[in-house]
């Protein structure tokens, strides 16, 4: 059973970078058929895609964030990370790392969810 | 970017009940969708994939149809623990997106 776990810091400050990292364990970030993804949730609103990479190191991002994301993968760490460019108060969030299966019937949904981690922009 | 508009978007039901609630694709998306189910302060867990295909280990009394633009999760004799907040996905195209979420509470 693959999990997901979320680190970095809780608290970033206005025009700063927000960073994580997720750790993946129980299997290998390599596996071909999935995306390993970021997905946040502001408070009672529903979850919001934010990007994914592939492990061959390919993109794609949601568009209403794109100019500030980076998602990137160390495959032989089994992580992959999230920078969010010039934060501002919209931008906290409850932020998951995920993986979303590319794989028959299960295209392009999240079949594995971190704990999740509140990340809070303030200064 | 397809817009998924879920109703209602909260329903107070008792245990026994059953709750139907509906998920709207603002294009067609065939049976790309998918629902999940949040508790207070936990990630959401998939609980029906390809519109009606229900994931591994979850109770035969939830089930999902629908195709095209118009779906639903139906919920037959509520239990206890299946008083959460759910969300539909669209699974055809990214970005993916998501409902707003149903609340299903304790009437």
């Known amino acids: 059973q693959v999990q997901l776990q979320e680190s970095g810091p809780g608290l970033v400050k206005p025009s700063q970078t927000l960073s994580l990292t997720c750790t993946v364990s129980?299997?290998?970030?390599?596996?071909?058929?999935?995306?390993w993804s970021w997905i946040r949730q502001h408070p009672g609103k529903g979850p919001e895609w934010i990007g994914h990479?592939?492990?061959?190191?390919?993109?794609d991002y949601n568009p209403s964030l794109k100019s500030r994301v980076t998602v990137s993968v160390d495959t032989a760490k089994n992580k992959f990370s999230l920078k969010l460019n010039s934060v501002t108060a919209a931008d906290t969030a409850v932020y998951y790392c995920?993986?979303?299966?590319?794989?028959?019937?299960?295209?392009?949904?999240?079949?594995?969810w971190g704990q999740g981690t509140l990340v809070t922009v303030s200064s | 970017d397809i817009q998924m508009t879920q109703s209602p978007s909260s329903v107070s039901a008792s245990v026994g009940d059953r709750v139907t609630i509906t998920c709207r694709a603002s294009?067609?998306?065939?049976?790309?969708l998918a629902w999940y189910q949040q508790k207070p302060g936990k990630a959401p867990k998939l609980l029906i994939f390809?519109?009606?295909n229900l994931q591994s280990g979850v109770p035969s009394r939830f089930s999902g149809s629908g195709s095209g633009t118009d779906f639903t999760l139906t919920i037959n004799s509520l239990q206890p623990e299946d008083f959460a907040t759910y969300y539909c996905?669209?699974?055809?195209?990214?970005?993916?997106?998501f409902g707003g979420g149903t609340k299903v509470d304790i009437k």
């Open positions: 995920v993986r979303v299966s590319g794989l028959y019937k299960w295209n392009n949904v999240v079949d594995q």
């Open positions: 129980g299997g290998l970030i390599t596996s071909a058929g999935y995306y």
């Open positions: 990479i592939y492990y061959s190191g390919s993109t």
């Open positions: 294009q067609g998306i065939a049976s790309w």
């Open positions: 390809a519109a009606s």
């Open positions: 996905q669209q699974a055809d195209s990214f970005p993916l997106t």
